[in-house]
Protein backbone atom coordinates (compact mmCIF):
# COMPACT_ATOMS: atom_id res chain seq x y z
CA UNK A 1 0.00 0.00 0.00
CA UNK A 2 0.75 3.57 -0.44
CA UNK A 3 3.14 5.01 2.18
CA UNK A 4 3.84 8.75 3.24
CA UNK A 5 6.97 9.81 5.08
CA UNK A 6 7.26 12.75 7.12
CA UNK A 7 9.98 13.77 9.42
CA UNK A 8 8.81 13.22 12.81
CA UNK A 9 10.10 16.93 13.98
CA UNK A 10 11.07 20.21 12.47
CA UNK A 11 12.73 23.11 14.66
CA UNK A 12 12.78 26.74 13.31
CA UNK A 13 13.48 30.43 15.35
CA UNK A 14 10.54 33.03 14.99
CA UNK A 15 10.92 34.67 11.76
CA UNK A 16 12.49 31.81 9.72
CA UNK A 17 11.14 29.45 7.16
CA UNK A 18 10.07 26.45 7.83
CA UNK A 19 10.00 23.29 5.61
CA UNK A 20 7.83 20.23 6.17
CA UNK A 21 8.29 17.38 3.58
CA UNK A 22 6.34 14.04 3.28
CA UNK A 23 8.44 11.87 0.62
CA UNK A 24 6.16 9.04 -1.52
CA UNK A 25 6.13 6.81 -4.63
CA UNK A 26 5.98 9.43 -7.33
CA UNK A 27 4.06 11.64 -5.01
CA UNK A 28 4.20 14.47 -7.80
CA UNK A 29 1.70 12.39 -9.38
CA UNK A 30 -0.93 13.06 -6.99
CA UNK A 31 -2.22 15.96 -4.90
CA UNK A 32 -1.33 16.46 -1.52
CA UNK A 33 -3.06 18.12 1.22
CA UNK A 34 -1.95 19.73 4.76
CA UNK A 35 -3.43 19.51 8.11
CA UNK A 36 -2.48 21.20 10.84
CA UNK A 37 -3.12 20.22 14.04
CA UNK A 38 -2.68 22.09 17.45
CA UNK A 39 -2.63 20.44 20.69
CA UNK A 40 -6.32 19.50 21.85
CA UNK A 41 -7.66 20.78 19.15
CA UNK A 42 -9.07 19.19 15.96
CA UNK A 43 -6.93 19.24 12.22
CA UNK A 44 -7.46 22.80 10.59
CA UNK A 45 -6.65 22.40 6.29
CA UNK A 46 -4.21 24.75 5.30
CA UNK A 47 -2.92 23.81 1.65
CA UNK A 48 -4.76 21.64 -0.53
CA UNK A 49 -4.27 20.41 -4.15
CA UNK A 50 -0.28 20.97 -3.43
CA UNK A 51 0.11 24.93 -3.72
CA UNK A 52 -4.13 26.62 -2.96
CA UNK A 53 -4.76 27.86 0.32
CA UNK A 54 -8.36 27.79 2.18
CA UNK A 55 -10.07 31.45 2.75
CA UNK A 56 -8.10 32.57 6.10
CA UNK A 57 -4.67 30.83 6.17
CA UNK A 58 -1.79 33.54 5.83
CA UNK A 59 0.01 33.80 2.89
CA UNK A 60 2.98 32.73 4.92
CA UNK A 61 1.62 29.20 4.57
CA UNK A 62 2.71 27.46 0.74
CA UNK A 63 2.76 24.19 -0.65
CA UNK A 64 5.04 22.58 -3.35
CA UNK A 65 4.69 18.68 -5.15
CA UNK A 66 7.39 17.65 -7.23
CA UNK A 67 9.02 14.12 -7.88
CA UNK A 68 8.46 12.12 -4.54
CA UNK A 69 8.75 15.06 -2.10
CA UNK A 70 5.82 17.78 -1.37
CA UNK A 71 6.69 20.22 0.64
CA UNK A 72 5.13 22.70 3.31
CA UNK A 73 6.98 25.70 3.52
CA UNK A 74 6.03 28.33 6.42
CA UNK A 75 7.41 31.36 5.88
CA UNK A 76 7.99 34.19 8.54
CA UNK A 77 7.00 31.27 11.35
CA UNK A 78 5.51 32.55 14.48
CA UNK A 79 5.10 31.09 18.12
CA UNK A 80 0.80 30.20 16.96
CA UNK A 81 2.31 28.19 13.95
CA UNK A 82 3.73 25.53 16.57
CA UNK A 83 1.59 22.55 15.90
CA UNK A 84 1.69 19.21 14.46
CA UNK A 85 1.25 18.84 10.83
CA UNK A 86 -0.05 16.03 8.65
CA UNK A 87 0.19 15.60 5.17
CA UNK A 88 -2.74 13.59 3.02
CA UNK A 89 -3.29 11.83 -0.27
CA UNK A 90 -5.96 9.73 -1.91
CA UNK A 91 -4.85 6.15 -2.95
CA UNK A 92 -7.21 5.76 -6.06
CA UNK A 93 -5.54 1.70 -6.06
CA UNK A 94 -7.04 1.32 -2.77
CA UNK A 95 -9.45 4.10 -2.80
CA UNK A 96 -8.94 5.13 0.38
CA UNK A 97 -6.92 8.01 2.00
CA UNK A 98 -3.64 7.85 2.98
CA UNK A 99 -2.00 10.01 5.87
CA UNK A 100 1.79 10.74 6.82
CA UNK A 101 2.96 10.05 10.29
CA UNK A 102 2.67 13.86 10.95
CA UNK A 103 5.39 16.30 11.41
CA UNK A 104 5.95 18.29 14.92
CA UNK A 105 6.73 21.59 14.45
CA UNK A 106 8.56 23.56 17.10
CA UNK A 107 9.06 27.40 17.42
CA UNK A 108 12.80 27.85 19.19
CA UNK B 1 -21.15 29.34 9.41
CA UNK B 2 -21.53 25.68 9.53
CA UNK B 3 -20.05 23.97 12.26
CA UNK B 4 -19.98 20.01 12.98
CA UNK B 5 -20.69 19.43 16.09
CA UNK B 6 -20.27 15.69 17.18
CA UNK B 7 -21.29 14.40 20.48
CA UNK B 8 -19.96 13.87 23.50
CA UNK B 9 -17.66 11.45 25.21
CA UNK B 10 -17.96 7.80 25.74
CA UNK B 11 -16.44 5.46 27.85
CA UNK B 12 -17.02 1.73 26.90
CA UNK B 13 -16.78 -1.73 28.18
CA UNK B 14 -14.51 -3.92 25.62
CA UNK B 15 -16.64 -6.24 23.49
CA UNK B 16 -19.36 -3.22 23.38
CA UNK B 17 -20.29 -0.87 20.87
CA UNK B 18 -20.01 3.01 20.30
CA UNK B 19 -21.91 5.04 18.38
CA UNK B 20 -20.60 8.67 17.60
CA UNK B 21 -23.00 11.73 15.89
CA UNK B 22 -21.94 14.45 13.77
CA UNK B 23 -24.37 17.47 13.26
CA UNK B 24 -24.07 20.03 10.76
CA UNK B 25 -24.78 23.13 12.54
CA UNK B 26 -25.75 26.04 9.78
CA UNK B 27 -25.67 23.55 6.78
CA UNK B 28 -26.07 20.04 5.83
CA UNK B 29 -24.17 17.77 4.35
CA UNK B 30 -25.63 17.53 1.47
CA UNK B 31 -23.58 17.65 -1.93
CA UNK B 32 -20.60 16.54 0.34
CA UNK B 33 -18.76 13.28 1.28
CA UNK B 34 -17.97 12.78 5.30
CA UNK B 35 -14.94 10.95 6.33
CA UNK B 36 -14.10 9.30 10.17
CA UNK B 37 -10.42 9.91 11.33
CA UNK B 38 -9.22 9.02 14.95
CA UNK B 39 -6.15 9.54 16.93
CA UNK B 40 -5.18 6.99 19.30
CA UNK B 41 -3.58 9.20 22.73
CA UNK B 42 -0.01 10.69 21.19
CA UNK B 43 -0.49 9.42 17.91
CA UNK B 44 -1.13 10.51 14.05
CA UNK B 45 -4.43 10.74 12.56
CA UNK B 46 -5.77 7.81 11.09
CA UNK B 47 -8.64 7.28 8.20
CA UNK B 48 -11.71 5.08 9.48
CA UNK B 49 -13.66 5.23 5.82
CA UNK B 50 -16.82 7.48 5.42
CA UNK B 51 -19.81 8.24 2.65
CA UNK B 52 -19.91 9.87 -0.17
CA UNK B 53 -22.35 12.85 -1.40
CA UNK B 54 -25.14 9.91 -2.43
CA UNK B 55 -24.72 8.27 1.15
CA UNK B 56 -22.28 5.11 -0.42
CA UNK B 57 -19.91 4.14 1.88
CA UNK B 58 -16.16 2.98 1.84
CA UNK B 59 -14.92 1.39 4.51
CA UNK B 60 -10.96 1.55 5.68
CA UNK B 61 -9.79 -2.61 5.71
CA UNK B 62 -8.56 -2.02 8.91
CA UNK B 63 -11.93 -1.73 9.90
CA UNK B 64 -14.27 -3.92 7.52
CA UNK B 65 -16.62 -5.46 9.37
CA UNK B 66 -16.86 -3.59 12.34
CA UNK B 67 -17.92 -0.25 11.78
CA UNK B 68 -20.91 1.43 10.32
CA UNK B 69 -21.21 5.00 8.73
CA UNK B 70 -25.02 6.02 8.31
CA UNK B 71 -26.30 9.72 7.30
CA UNK B 72 -30.29 10.65 7.83
CA UNK B 73 -32.50 11.93 5.34
CA UNK B 74 -32.43 15.27 6.28
CA UNK B 75 -28.29 14.96 5.32
CA UNK B 76 -27.85 17.18 8.91
CA UNK B 77 -26.44 14.18 10.81
CA UNK B 78 -23.66 11.35 10.10
CA UNK B 79 -23.14 9.15 12.36
CA UNK B 80 -20.15 6.24 12.97
CA UNK B 81 -20.95 3.11 14.73
CA UNK B 82 -17.59 0.64 15.89
CA UNK B 83 -18.55 -2.59 17.43
CA UNK B 84 -16.45 -5.24 19.11
CA UNK B 85 -14.75 -2.46 20.68
CA UNK B 86 -11.16 -3.16 22.18
CA UNK B 87 -8.82 -1.10 24.71
CA UNK B 88 -6.37 0.23 21.39
CA UNK B 89 -9.63 1.52 19.86
CA UNK B 90 -9.45 4.24 22.79
CA UNK B 91 -9.32 7.43 20.65
CA UNK B 92 -10.68 10.43 19.81
CA UNK B 93 -12.98 9.98 16.60
CA UNK B 94 -13.43 13.14 14.28
CA UNK B 95 -15.91 13.60 11.59
CA UNK B 96 -14.79 15.70 8.60
CA UNK B 97 -16.75 17.16 5.34
CA UNK B 98 -15.33 17.02 2.30
CA UNK B 99 -14.07 20.27 0.50
CA UNK B 100 -15.94 18.83 -2.43
CA UNK B 101 -18.32 15.26 -3.11
CA UNK B 102 -15.63 12.66 -3.02
CA UNK B 103 -14.03 11.11 -0.29
CA UNK B 104 -10.99 11.60 -2.92
CA UNK B 105 -11.07 15.53 -1.61
CA UNK B 106 -9.47 16.70 1.06
CA UNK B 107 -11.79 17.43 4.57
CA UNK B 108 -12.49 21.28 4.71
CA UNK B 109 -14.47 21.14 7.93
CA UNK B 110 -13.92 19.51 11.00
CA UNK B 111 -16.13 18.39 13.79
CA UNK B 112 -14.23 18.94 17.41
CA UNK B 113 -13.71 15.17 18.12
CA UNK B 114 -15.04 12.86 20.75
CA UNK B 115 -13.04 10.68 23.10
CA UNK B 116 -13.69 7.32 23.15
CA UNK B 117 -12.22 5.85 26.11
CA UNK B 118 -12.49 1.32 26.23
CA UNK B 119 -11.83 0.25 29.31
CA UNK B 120 -12.85 -2.76 31.67
Known amino acids: SYVLTQPPSVSVAPGKTARITCGGNNIGSKSVHWYQQRPGQAPVLVIYYDRDRPSGIPERFSGSNSGNTATLTISGVEAGDEADYYCHVWDSSGDHWVLGGGTKLTVL | QVQLVQSGAEVKKPGSSVKVSCKAS????????VSWVRQAPGQGLEWMGG???????KIAQKFQGRVTFTADESTTAASMELSRLRSDDTAVYFC??????????????WGQGTLVIVSS
Open chain 2, 96 to 109: ARSHLGDLSDPARL
Open chain 2, 26 to 33: GGTFSSYA
Open chain 2, 51 to 57: TTRSGTP
